[in-house]
């Protein structure tokens, strides 16, 4: 599993609604990538997650959080990186 920083990343049509949805952008997306604690999953895919500062409501509850974690399942192809889903957490 190298960090893929010279590989593109394709983002999924799936990943990019939740995405929206769930309030990551794609800064976060790239940086859980790259900085981000790798795990295997399963089917050959890779997990990885990463915490920010956030400080500021919630897109979905309108809570404010100090904290959001970003994370994320990925597939890593010779060639290119494939975002498959994203999950948010917000957290104090």
């Known amino acids: 599993m190298s960090d893929g920083g010279d590989k593109p990343i394709v983002i999924s049509l799936h990943a990019k609604t939740r995405m929206v ?8 997306v790239t940086k859980v990538l790259r900085e981000g604690q ?7 895919k890779w997990h990885s997650i990463l915490k920010f500062e956030f400080d500021k409501p919630s897109p979905i509850t309108g809570l404010t959080y100090t904290h959001k974690t970003v994370d994320i399942v990925f597939l890593e192809e010779p060639e290119r990186i494939v975002v498959l889903t994203v999950k948010v957490y917000y957290h104090n």
């Open 38 to 44: 790798k795990e295997q999953a399963k089917r050959g």
């Open 21 to 28: 949805q769930r309030g990551a952008t794609f800064e976060e």
